[in-house]
Nanobody, 123 residues
Framework: QLQLVESGGGLVQTGDSLGLSCAAS????????MGWFRQAPGKEREFVAR????????YYADSVKGRCTISRDNAKNTVYLQMDSLKPEDTAVYYC????????????????WGQGTQVTVSS
């Protein structure tokens, strides 16, 4: 089993930046492609960003493109999500997830999930 633990959420204001981290343990982290998802109250969980196992390829949802950067450090078994120019509509619980599928952007393609971290952006 691969265990994932997110951290870094909090309450920020519109326009602020916030960095999330996701620490992995239990299996070879560098074998997995990693993704970030988010779920706002009353809404379905949605894709935010993903990064390949090597870190060479990234992909973003249109809603965050240009404002978010996903990265990873395989030596530290950690994936990151840097979020800039935050908006109230970015308010959600943010989850990291792991998949062996390279182009995974759907929830069902990720078998491993963290518990989530709350991000709240006030206007």
């Amino acid at each position: 089993q691969l265990q994932l633990v997110e951290s870094g959420g909090g309450l920020v204001q519109t326009g602020d930046s916030l960095g999330l981290s996701c620490a992995a343990s239990g299996r070879t982290f560098s074998s997995y492609n990693m993704g970030w998802f988010r779920q706002a109250p009353g809404k379905e969980r949605e894709f935010v960003a993903r990064i390949s196992w090597s870190g060479s390829t990234t992909y973003y949802a249109d809603s965050v493109k240009g404002r978010c950067t996903i990265s990873r450090d395989n030596a530290k078994n950690t994936v990151y999500l840097q979020m800039d120019s935050l908006k109230p509509e970015d308010t959600a619980v943010y989850y990291c997830a792991a998949s062996t599928k390279f182009f995974a952007v759907s929830v069902h393609q990720y078998p491993y999930w963290g518990q989530g971290t709350q991000v709240t952006v006030s206007s």
